[in-house]
C-alpha cells in the first residue's frame, strides 16, 4: 500500500503501537509530525524515520494540558501545509478499581487522557482536513475493553466505549467530506515492555506472578500469541490507505480471536483483556 506524499499526524507515537504505527505510516511513504512526551526512544524514533528518507517533526504533548493542542496544530501546519492521516494513538490504562471505590482524580486522568484528549486532537485537527477538500482517514484506537466489561477495569473500559460512539459520530458527519473514520481495538495481549509492565499490576490485583498471568492471557486467546504493535502498524496503513476508502464508523478488532467464545469472568485470565 502507497502513501508517497501523505502526511499524517500521529499522537503517543514515541513508544509501543504508536511507535509502531509511526514507523509503518513513515515506511509506507508518509511524512510524519508526532506528539508524545519526550524521551529517548522519540529521539530515537525520529531518526529512524528520517533514514527512511521522510520528514519528521516531533512536538511534546501533555494530554492533560489541553492547550497545548492548538499551538501544535497551528505549527503543524506551518511545518506541513495539510493533513491526510491522523492517528490518535495516545491512552493510558488507569489503575484497578471497584467503580464504587474509584477516586475522582483517577476517573479524571483516563477520560482526559483517553477520550477527551482524543476528541480535542480531532477537533483542532478536523477543521483543517475539511478545508483541504482532499478527505482523509482519521484513526482512532479504542480496546477489547471498550466493547465488554470486566471488574476492576471500569474507568478504562468506559473511556474506550466513549470512543466508540465518537469515532462512528465523527464518520457519519465527515462521510460527505470523504474523511473516513475508523477505530482500532487491540486485545489485552499486545507484547512489548508496557504490557509486561502490566501483567506485573494485574499479577498484584489478581495474584500469582507476572509469568502466571502471562500465560493466563495466552489462555483465553485462541490464536494463543501475543499481538505484535507491529500487526496493528499494518492494519492503520491499510486503513490510511486509498484501498480502504470505503470503510468508514468501522470497529476493527485486533485480538488474536478473541470474544470469538463467551467466557466465564470467573475463568483465569478473562479479567485481562
Keep these: 500500500m502507497n502513501l508517497s506524499n501523505k502526511v499524517a499526524f500521529v499522537t503517543g507515537g514515541a513508544v509501543g503501537i504508536g511507535r509502531a504505527v509511526a514507523l509503518g505510516l513513515a515506511s509506507a511513504g508518509a511524512h510524519i509530525g508526532i506528539a508524545a512526551p519526550e524521551t529517548n526512544e522519540l529521539q530515537s524514533l525520529c531518526r529512524e524515520i528520517e533514514s527512511l528518507g521522510r520528514e519528521v517533526t516531533w512536538w511534546p504533548l501533555d494530554l492533560n494540558q489541553f492547550d497545548q493542542i492548538e ?101 457519519i458527519e465527515l462521510a460527505a467530506n470523504h474523511i473516513r473514520v475508523n477505530a482500532v481495538a487491540p486485545g489485552g495481549g499486545v507484547a512489548g515492555e508496557r504490557r509486561d509492565r502490566w501483567f506485573e499490576q494485574a499479577a498484584a490485583q489478581l495474584g500469582g506472578t507476572a509469568d502466571d498471568q502471562r500465560q493466563q492471557m495466552l489462555d483465553v486467546i485462541p490464536i494463543h500469541e501475543l499481538i505484535e504493535p507491529d500487526d496493528i502498524a499494518k492494519l492503520c496503513v491499510f486503513l490510511a490507505s486509498d484501498d480502504a476508502r470505503q470503510i468508514t464508523g468501522e470497529v476493527f478488532n485486533i485480538n488474536g480471536g478473541h470474544g470469538l467464545a463467551v467466557l466465564d469472568a470467573t475463568l483465569p485470565g478473562a479479567n485481562l483483556v
Design 71 to 171: 499551538g501544535i496544530r497551528n505549527e503543524f501546519f506551518t511545518k506541513f501545509g495539510r493533513l491526510d492521516i491522523l492517528a490518535t494513538v495516545a491512552g493510558i490504562p488507569g489503575n484497578w478499581w471497584l467503580m464504587h471505590e474509584t477516586p475522582e482524580q483517577d476517573w479524571d486522568q483516563v477520560m482526559n487522557i483517553n477520550l477527551k484528549g482524543m476528541f480535542m486532537c480531532c477537533r483542532a485537527f478536523i477543521p483543517s482536513m475539511i478545508e483541504q477538500g482532499s478527505g482523509g482517514s482519521i484513526i482512532t484506537f479504542t480496546s477489547s475493553l471498550g466493547q465488554r466489561v470486566h471488574p476492576k477495569r471500569g474507568i478504562y473500559a468506559i473511556s474506550k466505549w466513549g470512543i466508540i460512539a465518537l469515532t462512528k459520530t465523527m464518520a
